[in-house]
Protein backbone atom coordinates (compact mmCIF):
# COMPACT_ATOMS: atom_id res chain seq x y z
CA UNK A 1 0.00 0.00 0.00
CA UNK A 2 1.25 3.21 -1.18
CA UNK A 3 1.64 5.59 1.65
CA UNK A 4 2.33 9.16 0.95
CA UNK A 5 3.84 10.25 4.27
CA UNK A 6 6.97 8.27 3.38
CA UNK A 7 7.50 9.93 -0.16
CA UNK A 8 9.58 13.87 -0.62
CA UNK A 9 10.71 14.30 -3.90
CA UNK A 10 9.65 12.48 -7.15
CA UNK A 11 12.62 10.86 -7.62
CA UNK A 12 11.62 8.44 -4.44
CA UNK A 13 8.48 8.25 -5.79
CA UNK A 14 10.12 6.27 -9.00
CA UNK A 15 12.54 4.32 -7.06
CA UNK A 16 9.29 3.34 -4.64
CA UNK A 17 7.39 2.06 -7.72
CA UNK A 18 10.58 0.52 -9.97
CA UNK A 19 10.91 -1.95 -6.57
CA UNK A 20 7.17 -2.26 -6.19
CA UNK A 21 6.34 -2.76 -10.04
CA UNK A 22 9.62 -4.11 -11.28
CA UNK A 23 9.04 -5.77 -14.28
CA UNK A 24 5.41 -4.16 -14.92
CA UNK A 25 4.81 -2.12 -18.10
CA UNK A 26 5.09 1.75 -17.60
CA UNK A 27 4.79 3.21 -20.64
CA UNK A 28 3.78 2.35 -24.26
CA UNK A 29 3.41 4.56 -27.43
CA UNK A 30 2.42 4.30 -30.90
CA UNK A 31 5.32 2.60 -32.79
CA UNK A 32 5.04 -0.37 -30.09
CA UNK A 33 7.35 0.26 -27.62
CA UNK A 34 7.62 -0.02 -24.18
CA UNK A 35 8.88 0.26 -21.52
CA UNK A 36 8.58 -1.03 -17.35
CA UNK A 37 8.62 1.12 -14.64
CA UNK A 38 11.83 0.01 -13.81
CA UNK A 39 13.14 0.03 -16.68
CA UNK A 40 12.28 3.82 -17.32
CA UNK A 41 14.18 4.24 -13.71
CA UNK A 42 16.89 2.72 -14.87
CA UNK A 43 16.96 4.89 -18.28
CA UNK A 44 16.56 7.92 -16.40
CA UNK A 45 19.99 7.26 -14.20
CA UNK A 46 21.37 6.97 -17.56
CA UNK A 47 20.03 10.21 -19.30
CA UNK A 48 20.62 12.04 -15.90
CA UNK A 49 24.49 11.08 -15.78
CA UNK A 50 24.38 12.09 -19.64
CA UNK A 51 23.27 15.59 -18.88
CA UNK A 52 25.49 15.99 -15.53
CA UNK A 53 28.07 15.40 -18.78
CA UNK A 54 26.60 18.29 -19.92
CA UNK A 55 27.09 20.26 -17.06
CA UNK A 56 23.82 20.11 -15.71
CA UNK A 57 23.36 19.66 -11.67
CA UNK A 58 21.22 20.37 -8.53
CA UNK A 59 19.94 24.35 -8.92
CA UNK A 60 20.51 24.38 -12.62
CA UNK A 61 18.00 26.01 -14.69
CA UNK A 62 17.20 24.24 -17.41
CA UNK A 63 14.01 25.16 -20.01
CA UNK A 64 12.97 22.29 -22.00
CA UNK A 65 10.26 22.45 -24.86
CA UNK A 66 9.78 18.63 -25.88
CA UNK A 67 6.94 16.84 -27.26
CA UNK A 68 4.95 14.12 -25.41
CA UNK A 69 7.42 11.42 -25.62
CA UNK A 70 8.90 8.71 -23.35
CA UNK A 71 11.67 10.30 -23.63
CA UNK A 72 10.71 13.30 -22.63
CA UNK A 73 9.35 11.69 -19.57
CA UNK A 74 12.91 10.55 -18.90
CA UNK A 75 14.30 13.66 -19.17
CA UNK A 76 11.95 15.09 -16.80
CA UNK A 77 12.76 12.76 -14.31
CA UNK A 78 16.49 12.79 -14.82
CA UNK A 79 16.72 16.47 -14.25
CA UNK A 80 14.48 15.81 -11.27
CA UNK A 81 17.01 12.68 -9.87
CA UNK A 82 20.05 16.19 -10.46
CA UNK A 83 17.91 18.28 -8.58
CA UNK A 84 18.38 20.97 -11.27
CA UNK A 85 15.01 23.78 -11.88
CA UNK A 86 12.69 22.67 -14.49
CA UNK A 87 11.35 25.55 -16.42
CA UNK A 88 8.61 22.88 -19.48
CA UNK A 89 7.92 24.91 -22.33
CA UNK A 90 4.77 23.63 -24.35
CA UNK A 91 5.97 23.14 -27.79
CA UNK A 92 3.17 25.29 -29.86
CA UNK A 93 4.51 28.02 -28.00
CA UNK A 94 6.86 30.04 -30.67
CA UNK A 95 9.33 32.78 -30.78
CA UNK A 96 7.61 35.29 -28.50
CA UNK A 97 7.22 32.89 -25.87
CA UNK A 98 9.94 31.18 -25.80
CA UNK A 99 12.00 34.27 -25.30
CA UNK A 100 9.90 35.60 -22.91
CA UNK A 101 10.03 32.41 -20.49
CA UNK A 102 14.18 31.79 -21.38
CA UNK A 103 14.54 35.62 -20.19
CA UNK A 104 12.41 35.63 -16.99
CA UNK A 105 13.06 32.00 -15.82
CA UNK A 106 17.41 33.02 -16.51
CA UNK A 107 17.27 30.00 -17.70
CA UNK A 108 21.27 28.14 -18.41
CA UNK A 109 19.90 25.42 -21.05
CA UNK A 110 16.89 24.38 -22.98
CA UNK A 111 16.47 21.31 -24.73
CA UNK A 112 14.86 21.31 -28.04
CA UNK A 113 13.58 17.98 -30.27
CA UNK A 114 15.05 19.30 -33.37
CA UNK A 115 12.85 19.46 -36.29
CA UNK A 116 9.36 18.33 -35.29
CA UNK A 117 6.15 18.56 -36.64
CA UNK A 118 7.87 20.67 -39.99
CA UNK A 119 9.39 23.42 -37.33
CA UNK A 120 12.99 23.62 -36.65
CA UNK A 121 12.80 24.43 -32.68
CA UNK A 122 16.74 24.46 -32.41
CA UNK A 123 16.96 27.33 -35.00
CA UNK A 124 14.36 28.96 -32.99
CA UNK A 125 16.04 28.47 -29.78
CA UNK A 126 19.61 29.65 -30.95
CA UNK A 127 17.67 32.90 -32.16
CA UNK A 128 15.66 34.01 -28.83
CA UNK A 129 18.27 32.68 -26.34
CA UNK A 130 20.71 35.20 -24.57
CA UNK A 131 24.03 34.59 -25.13
CA UNK A 132 25.51 31.61 -22.45
CA UNK A 133 22.26 29.81 -22.70
CA UNK A 134 23.22 26.53 -23.86
CA UNK A 135 20.80 24.68 -27.06
CA UNK A 136 21.00 21.18 -26.48
CA UNK A 137 19.05 19.60 -29.67
CA UNK A 138 17.72 16.15 -28.79
CA UNK A 139 16.37 14.94 -32.04
CA UNK A 140 19.51 11.96 -32.40
CA UNK A 141 18.77 10.60 -29.06
CA UNK A 142 19.15 11.65 -24.92
CA UNK A 143 22.63 12.28 -23.73
CA UNK A 144 23.39 9.00 -22.02
CA UNK A 145 26.49 8.21 -19.95
CA UNK A 146 27.30 5.72 -16.88
CA UNK A 147 24.96 6.26 -13.90
CA UNK A 148 27.82 5.31 -11.39
CA UNK A 149 28.71 8.99 -12.03
CA UNK A 150 25.70 10.40 -10.76
CA UNK A 151 26.04 12.45 -6.93
CA UNK A 152 24.32 11.08 -4.15
CA UNK A 153 20.59 12.21 -4.09
CA UNK A 154 20.63 15.35 -2.21
CA UNK A 155 17.14 16.89 -0.22
CA UNK A 156 15.14 19.11 -2.51
CA UNK A 157 15.01 22.97 -0.91
CA UNK A 158 12.87 25.62 -2.33
CA UNK A 159 11.58 25.59 -6.27
CA UNK A 160 12.15 22.96 -8.79
CA UNK A 161 9.64 23.65 -11.47
CA UNK A 162 9.02 26.82 -12.93
CA UNK A 163 5.66 27.04 -15.28
CA UNK A 164 4.30 29.73 -16.84
CA UNK A 165 0.57 30.68 -17.78
CA UNK A 166 -0.32 30.54 -21.28
CA UNK A 167 -0.71 34.24 -21.72
CA UNK A 168 -2.70 34.92 -24.06
CA UNK A 169 -3.76 38.39 -23.10
CA UNK A 170 -0.96 39.88 -20.95
CA UNK A 171 2.68 38.38 -20.06
CA UNK A 172 3.19 34.91 -18.29
CA UNK A 173 3.12 34.50 -14.92
CA UNK A 174 6.24 33.03 -13.96
CA UNK A 175 4.28 29.90 -11.09
CA UNK A 176 6.82 28.42 -8.89
CA UNK A 177 6.70 24.62 -7.76
CA UNK A 178 8.01 22.64 -5.29
CA UNK A 179 7.92 18.66 -5.71
CA UNK A 180 6.22 18.17 -2.46
CA UNK A 181 3.70 20.86 -4.15
CA UNK A 182 3.36 18.34 -7.56
CA UNK A 183 3.50 15.45 -5.59
CA UNK A 184 -0.12 16.36 -3.46
CA UNK A 185 -1.81 17.02 -6.71
CA UNK A 186 -1.16 13.62 -8.09
CA UNK A 187 -1.51 12.11 -4.86
CA UNK A 188 -4.93 14.37 -5.19
CA UNK A 189 -5.80 13.02 -9.01
CA UNK A 190 -4.75 9.24 -7.96
CA UNK A 191 -6.97 8.98 -4.82
CA UNK A 192 -9.87 10.82 -6.99
CA UNK A 193 -9.74 8.66 -9.80
CA UNK A 194 -8.90 5.13 -8.11
CA UNK A 195 -7.36 3.25 -10.62
CA UNK A 196 -5.25 0.48 -10.51
CA UNK A 197 -2.49 -1.71 -12.13
CA UNK A 198 -5.09 -2.93 -14.56
CA UNK A 199 -6.51 0.07 -15.78
CA UNK A 200 -4.24 1.35 -18.89
CA UNK A 201 -4.22 5.13 -20.01
CA UNK A 202 -3.37 7.54 -22.15
CA UNK A 203 -1.40 11.23 -22.09
CA UNK A 204 -2.10 13.00 -25.71
CA UNK A 205 -1.83 16.39 -24.29
CA UNK A 206 1.31 18.03 -23.76
CA UNK A 207 3.77 16.66 -21.12
CA UNK A 208 4.96 20.15 -20.76
CA UNK A 209 1.61 21.30 -19.31
CA UNK A 210 1.67 21.16 -15.64
CA UNK A 211 -1.01 18.04 -16.19
CA UNK A 212 1.92 16.21 -16.94
CA UNK A 213 3.86 15.06 -14.17
CA UNK A 214 0.29 14.96 -11.96
CA UNK A 215 -0.71 12.22 -14.63
CA UNK A 216 2.77 10.76 -14.19
CA UNK A 217 2.28 11.05 -10.57
CA UNK A 218 -0.63 9.26 -10.24
CA UNK A 219 0.88 6.88 -12.49
CA UNK A 220 3.44 6.28 -10.04
CA UNK A 221 1.14 5.83 -7.15
CA UNK A 222 -1.35 3.69 -8.35
CA UNK A 223 0.75 1.52 -10.13
CA UNK A 224 -0.73 1.91 -13.77
CA UNK A 225 0.96 2.39 -17.23
CA UNK A 226 -0.25 4.81 -20.06
CA UNK A 227 -0.35 5.04 -23.62
CA UNK A 228 1.67 8.49 -24.87
CA UNK A 229 1.23 10.30 -27.91
CA UNK A 230 3.24 13.16 -29.45
CA UNK A 231 0.34 15.16 -30.95
CA UNK A 232 -3.49 14.37 -30.27
CA UNK A 233 -5.07 13.48 -33.57
CA UNK A 234 -8.51 11.70 -32.51
CA UNK A 235 -8.74 8.66 -35.20
CA UNK A 236 -5.33 8.13 -34.98
CA UNK A 237 -5.52 7.88 -30.66
CA UNK A 238 -8.53 5.98 -31.16
CA UNK A 239 -6.87 3.09 -32.54
CA UNK A 240 -4.19 2.91 -30.52
CA UNK A 241 -6.23 3.09 -27.66
CA UNK A 242 -8.07 0.15 -28.96
CA UNK A 243 -5.05 -1.83 -29.85
CA UNK A 244 -3.81 -1.49 -26.08
CA UNK A 245 -7.07 -1.56 -24.42
CA UNK A 246 -7.29 1.90 -22.93
CA UNK A 247 -9.53 1.95 -19.84
CA UNK A 248 -8.85 6.47 -19.23
CA UNK A 249 -8.46 8.76 -21.40
CA UNK A 250 -9.25 12.35 -22.33
CA UNK A 251 -7.34 15.64 -21.36
CA UNK A 252 -9.94 18.58 -21.28
CA UNK A 253 -13.21 19.30 -22.63
CA UNK A 254 -11.69 19.42 -26.05
CA UNK A 255 -10.68 15.74 -26.35
CA UNK A 256 -14.07 14.71 -25.06
CA UNK A 257 -15.92 16.62 -28.48
CA UNK A 258 -13.10 15.29 -30.58
CA UNK A 259 -13.96 11.39 -29.69
CA UNK A 260 -17.94 12.30 -29.78
CA UNK A 261 -17.96 13.42 -32.89
CA UNK A 262 -14.96 10.49 -33.97
CA UNK A 263 -17.46 8.38 -32.94
CA UNK A 264 -20.75 9.49 -34.36
CA UNK A 265 -18.52 9.72 -38.19
CA UNK A 266 -17.36 6.23 -37.85
CA UNK A 267 -20.98 4.88 -36.90
CA UNK A 268 -22.66 7.24 -39.86
CA UNK A 269 -20.12 5.52 -41.83
CA UNK A 270 -21.14 1.66 -40.51
CA UNK A 271 -24.57 0.92 -39.32
CA UNK A 272 -24.40 -1.11 -36.40
CA UNK A 273 -20.80 -0.56 -35.27
CA UNK A 274 -19.36 -1.26 -31.89
CA UNK A 275 -17.88 1.04 -29.65
CA UNK A 276 -15.01 3.93 -30.36
CA UNK A 277 -13.14 2.17 -27.64
CA UNK A 278 -14.25 -0.89 -26.45
CA UNK A 279 -12.15 -0.84 -23.09
CA UNK A 280 -13.09 2.65 -22.21
CA UNK A 281 -14.36 2.78 -18.45
CA UNK A 282 -13.66 6.96 -18.35
CA UNK A 283 -13.23 10.04 -19.84
CA UNK A 284 -11.09 12.38 -17.51
CA UNK A 285 -9.63 15.98 -17.63
CA UNK A 286 -10.21 19.36 -16.85
CA UNK A 287 -9.07 23.03 -17.92
CA UNK A 288 -12.27 24.39 -19.62
CA UNK A 289 -15.69 24.31 -18.57
CA UNK A 290 -17.71 20.89 -19.01
CA UNK A 291 -21.12 22.07 -20.72
CA UNK A 292 -23.76 19.31 -18.93
CA UNK A 293 -25.15 18.48 -22.51
CA UNK A 294 -21.75 17.51 -23.78
CA UNK A 295 -21.20 15.10 -20.61
CA UNK A 296 -24.47 13.58 -21.24
CA UNK A 297 -23.90 13.15 -24.97
CA UNK A 298 -19.99 11.82 -24.48
CA UNK A 299 -21.56 9.05 -21.90
CA UNK A 300 -23.88 7.76 -24.01
CA UNK A 301 -22.38 8.16 -27.04
CA UNK A 302 -18.47 6.55 -25.51
CA UNK A 303 -20.48 4.24 -23.19
CA UNK A 304 -18.18 5.11 -20.31
CA UNK A 305 -18.27 8.02 -17.10
CA UNK A 306 -17.23 11.38 -18.10
CA UNK A 307 -14.73 12.66 -14.84
CA UNK A 308 -14.37 16.27 -14.88
CA UNK A 309 -11.84 18.11 -12.65
CA UNK A 310 -10.33 21.25 -11.83
CA UNK A 311 -6.95 22.80 -11.37
CA UNK A 312 -4.61 25.40 -12.99
CA UNK A 313 -0.85 25.76 -13.16
CA UNK A 314 -0.89 27.37 -9.85
CA UNK A 315 -2.67 24.38 -8.26
CA UNK A 316 -2.76 21.32 -10.40
CA UNK A 317 -5.54 19.69 -8.71
CA UNK A 318 -8.24 21.13 -6.65
CA UNK A 319 -11.58 19.15 -7.02
CA UNK A 320 -12.03 15.75 -8.89
CA UNK A 321 -15.07 13.93 -9.93
CA UNK A 322 -14.88 10.28 -9.45
CA UNK A 323 -15.95 7.25 -10.99
CA UNK A 324 -18.14 6.32 -7.94
CA UNK A 325 -20.41 10.45 -8.26
CA UNK A 326 -23.75 10.54 -9.94
CA UNK A 327 -24.39 11.01 -13.09
CA UNK A 328 -26.15 14.59 -11.98
CA UNK A 329 -22.70 15.09 -10.04
CA UNK A 330 -20.71 14.39 -12.99
CA UNK A 331 -22.50 16.44 -15.24
CA UNK A 332 -23.30 18.98 -13.01
CA UNK A 333 -20.10 19.94 -10.93
CA UNK A 334 -15.90 19.14 -11.19
CA UNK A 335 -16.52 16.87 -7.88
CA UNK A 336 -15.36 17.32 -4.44
CA UNK A 337 -12.00 18.91 -3.28
CA UNK A 338 -9.36 16.73 -3.61
CA UNK A 339 -7.51 15.48 -0.59
CA UNK A 340 -5.75 17.92 1.07
CA UNK A 341 -7.45 20.94 -0.71
CA UNK A 342 -9.47 23.25 1.37
CA UNK A 343 -11.64 25.60 -0.35
CA UNK A 344 -13.65 28.53 0.82
CA UNK A 345 -16.15 30.82 -1.61
CA UNK A 346 -16.12 34.42 -0.43
CA UNK A 347 -18.13 37.03 -1.38
CA UNK A 348 -16.95 40.22 -3.29
CA UNK A 349 -15.87 42.00 0.53
CA UNK A 350 -14.21 39.29 1.57
CA UNK A 351 -16.46 37.13 3.86
CA UNK A 352 -17.23 33.36 3.11
CA UNK A 353 -20.30 33.25 1.47
CA UNK A 354 -22.61 30.61 2.34
CA UNK A 355 -23.38 26.57 1.01
CA UNK A 356 -25.02 26.99 -2.09
CA UNK A 357 -24.16 30.94 -2.59
CA UNK A 358 -22.14 32.20 -5.58
CA UNK A 359 -18.58 33.79 -4.88
CA UNK A 360 -15.33 33.55 -5.57
CA UNK A 361 -12.79 30.39 -5.39
CA UNK A 362 -9.88 30.66 -2.89
CA UNK A 363 -8.03 28.15 -1.78
CA UNK A 364 -5.10 26.55 0.72
CA UNK A 365 -3.32 22.91 -0.04
CA UNK A 366 -0.09 21.02 -0.26
CA UNK A 367 -0.60 21.41 -3.97
CA UNK A 368 -0.60 24.64 -4.00
CA UNK A 369 2.25 26.82 -6.01
CA UNK A 370 5.36 28.37 -4.00
CA UNK A 371 5.19 31.91 -4.94
CA UNK A 372 5.33 33.88 -8.62
CA UNK A 373 8.60 34.93 -10.11
CA UNK A 374 6.97 38.36 -9.75
CA UNK A 375 6.78 39.39 -5.85
CA UNK A 376 4.30 41.43 -6.60
CA UNK A 377 1.84 39.12 -7.97
CA UNK A 378 2.22 36.81 -5.28
CA UNK A 379 1.17 39.90 -2.69
CA UNK A 380 -1.47 40.23 -5.20
CA UNK A 381 -2.69 36.73 -5.17
CA UNK A 382 -3.04 36.22 -1.29
CA UNK A 383 -5.38 37.26 0.81
CA UNK A 384 -4.19 37.85 4.96
CA UNK A 385 -5.06 34.26 5.99
CA UNK A 386 -3.01 32.90 3.15
CA UNK A 387 -5.78 31.89 0.96
CA UNK A 388 -4.84 31.81 -3.14
CA UNK A 389 -7.83 33.89 -5.04
CA UNK A 390 -8.39 32.09 -8.02
CA UNK A 391 -10.49 34.67 -10.08
CA UNK A 392 -12.96 32.07 -10.72
CA UNK A 393 -16.80 32.30 -9.57
CA UNK A 394 -18.37 28.85 -8.23
CA UNK A 395 -20.21 27.33 -5.01
CA UNK A 396 -19.96 24.45 -2.87
CA UNK A 397 -23.34 22.22 -2.58
CA UNK A 398 -24.69 20.78 0.32
CA UNK A 399 -23.55 17.47 -1.30
CA UNK A 400 -19.69 19.25 -1.03
CA UNK A 401 -19.37 19.05 -4.40
CA UNK A 402 -18.15 22.41 -6.39
CA UNK A 403 -20.19 24.18 -9.19
CA UNK A 404 -17.80 26.75 -11.31
CA UNK A 405 -20.08 29.42 -12.74
CA UNK A 406 -17.40 31.34 -14.58
CA UNK A 407 -14.54 33.85 -14.13
CA UNK A 408 -14.18 37.23 -12.59
CA UNK A 409 -13.34 38.38 -15.82
CA UNK A 410 -15.39 36.42 -17.97
CA UNK A 411 -18.08 38.29 -16.38
CA UNK A 412 -20.59 40.06 -18.79
CA UNK A 413 -21.70 43.48 -17.37
CA UNK A 414 -24.74 44.46 -19.19
CA UNK A 415 -26.37 47.98 -17.74
CA UNK A 416 -24.71 47.40 -14.55
CA UNK A 417 -26.01 43.63 -13.73
CA UNK A 418 -23.15 40.80 -13.85
CA UNK A 419 -23.90 38.06 -16.29
CA UNK A 420 -22.33 35.13 -16.26
CA UNK A 421 -21.06 33.92 -19.98
CA UNK A 422 -20.45 30.03 -18.81
CA UNK A 423 -24.60 29.70 -17.48
CA UNK A 424 -25.51 30.89 -20.71
CA UNK A 425 -23.32 28.72 -22.49
CA UNK A 426 -24.72 25.59 -21.00
CA UNK A 427 -27.79 26.23 -21.70
CA UNK A 428 -27.11 27.13 -25.59
CA UNK A 429 -25.92 23.87 -26.05
CA UNK A 430 -28.73 22.07 -24.82
CA UNK A 431 -29.90 23.15 -27.91
CA UNK A 432 -30.29 20.43 -30.75
CA UNK A 433 -28.55 23.00 -33.75
CA UNK A 434 -25.35 23.57 -31.53
CA UNK A 435 -22.80 21.91 -31.71
CA UNK A 436 -20.46 24.24 -29.19
CA UNK A 437 -21.01 27.84 -27.96
CA UNK A 438 -19.02 30.76 -26.70
CA UNK A 439 -20.45 33.76 -25.08
CA UNK A 440 -18.96 37.09 -25.01
CA UNK A 441 -19.42 40.63 -23.91
CA UNK A 442 -18.98 42.89 -26.44
CA UNK A 443 -18.94 47.19 -26.12
CA UNK A 444 -22.26 48.67 -26.56
CA UNK A 445 -23.03 52.72 -25.91
CA UNK A 446 -26.44 51.83 -24.47
CA UNK A 447 -25.76 48.62 -22.54
CA UNK A 448 -22.21 48.83 -21.78
CA UNK A 449 -21.50 45.52 -23.04
CA UNK A 450 -24.33 43.41 -24.99
CA UNK A 451 -24.48 39.43 -24.76
CA UNK A 452 -23.26 37.84 -27.90
CA UNK A 453 -23.09 34.23 -28.70
CA UNK A 454 -21.23 32.37 -30.98
CA UNK A 455 -22.03 29.23 -31.80
CA UNK A 456 -20.44 26.19 -34.60
CA UNK A 457 -23.76 24.39 -35.86
CA UNK A 458 -24.12 20.43 -35.64
CA UNK A 459 -25.79 20.30 -39.21
CA UNK A 460 -23.47 22.63 -40.96
CA UNK A 461 -26.01 21.61 -44.05
CA UNK A 462 -29.13 22.94 -42.46
CA UNK A 463 -30.12 26.45 -42.24
CA UNK A 464 -28.88 28.28 -39.89
CA UNK A 465 -29.89 29.12 -36.62
CA UNK A 466 -31.81 32.53 -36.13
CA UNK A 467 -31.36 34.61 -33.27
CA UNK A 468 -35.35 34.73 -32.26
CA UNK A 469 -35.66 30.90 -32.16
CA UNK A 470 -32.26 30.68 -29.96
CA UNK A 471 -33.57 33.46 -27.27
CA UNK A 472 -36.83 31.22 -27.36
CA UNK A 473 -35.35 28.26 -26.44
CA UNK A 474 -33.71 29.93 -23.47
CA UNK A 475 -36.55 31.60 -22.57
CA UNK A 476 -37.75 28.25 -22.23
CA UNK A 477 -34.71 26.81 -20.24
CA UNK A 478 -35.91 29.63 -17.68
CA UNK A 479 -32.72 32.21 -18.48
CA UNK A 480 -33.85 35.92 -17.40
CA UNK A 481 -34.36 38.14 -19.97
CA UNK A 482 -32.14 40.14 -19.37
CA UNK A 483 -29.32 37.67 -20.05
CA UNK A 484 -30.30 36.36 -23.39
CA UNK A 485 -28.16 36.97 -25.88
CA UNK A 486 -28.23 40.25 -28.51
CA UNK A 487 -26.74 39.13 -30.85
CA UNK A 488 -25.69 35.42 -32.58
CA UNK A 489 -22.73 34.55 -35.03
CA UNK A 490 -22.44 30.63 -36.31
CA UNK A 491 -18.84 30.26 -37.38
CA UNK A 492 -17.54 26.56 -38.80
CA UNK A 493 -15.14 25.90 -35.89
CA UNK A 494 -14.43 28.32 -32.50
CA UNK A 495 -10.72 29.89 -32.36
CA UNK A 496 -8.95 28.03 -29.91
CA UNK A 497 -4.99 27.37 -28.57
CA UNK A 498 -2.76 26.91 -25.95
CA UNK A 499 -2.12 23.14 -24.64
CA UNK A 500 -5.29 22.03 -23.56
CA UNK A 501 -7.40 23.90 -26.76
CA UNK A 502 -9.29 25.88 -25.29
CA UNK A 503 -11.48 28.78 -26.78
CA UNK A 504 -9.94 32.01 -27.14
CA UNK A 505 -12.46 34.47 -26.59
CA UNK A 506 -9.61 37.54 -26.76
CA UNK A 507 -9.77 36.34 -30.20
CA UNK A 508 -14.09 36.30 -30.81
CA UNK A 509 -14.30 39.52 -28.96
CA UNK A 510 -11.76 41.16 -31.32
CA UNK A 511 -13.05 40.15 -34.21
CA UNK A 512 -16.96 40.98 -33.31
CA UNK A 513 -16.08 44.14 -31.54
CA UNK A 514 -15.20 45.71 -34.68
CA UNK A 515 -18.35 45.63 -35.36
CA UNK A 516 -19.85 46.46 -32.28
CA UNK A 517 -22.67 49.20 -32.04
Same mark, same amino acid.
Given at each position: ???????? %?? /????????????????????????????????????????????????????? /???????????????????????????????????????????????????? /????????????????????????????????????????????? /???????????????????????????????????????????????????????????????????????????????????????????????????????????????????????????????????????????????????????????????????????????????????????????????????????????????????? %?????????????????????????????????????????????????????????????????????????????????????????????????????????????????????????????????????????????????
Amino acid at each position: MFEAARVQ %TL /WELVEYRARASRGAPMFFDADGRSVTFDGVRDEALRVAAGLRELGIGAGSRVA /WQLPSRIGTVLVSLALARLGAVQIPVIPLHREREVGFVLAESAAEFVLVPGV /WRGFDHTAMARKVAADGVRVVPVEDGLPRADPAGVPAVAPAEGTT /WIYYTSGTTAAPKGVEHTDATLLAGGVGLATALGMSARDIGSIAFPYAHIAGPDYVIAMLVSGFPAVILDSFEPGRAADVYRRRGVTMAGGSTAFYQAFLDESRRRRAGRPGAGRLIPSLRLLSGGGAPLPPELCTAARRELECAIVHGYGMTECPMIAMGTPYDSDEQLARTVGRPVVGAEIRIVRPDGSGAATGECGEVTLKGPMLFRRY %TDPALTAAAFDAEGYFHTGDLGLLRPDGHLVLTGRLKDIIIRKGENISAQEIEDLIHTHPAVAEAAVIGLPDRERGERVCAVITPADPAAPPLALDALTAHLRAAGLMTQKLPEQLESVGELPRGGPLNKVLKSVLRERYARGAR
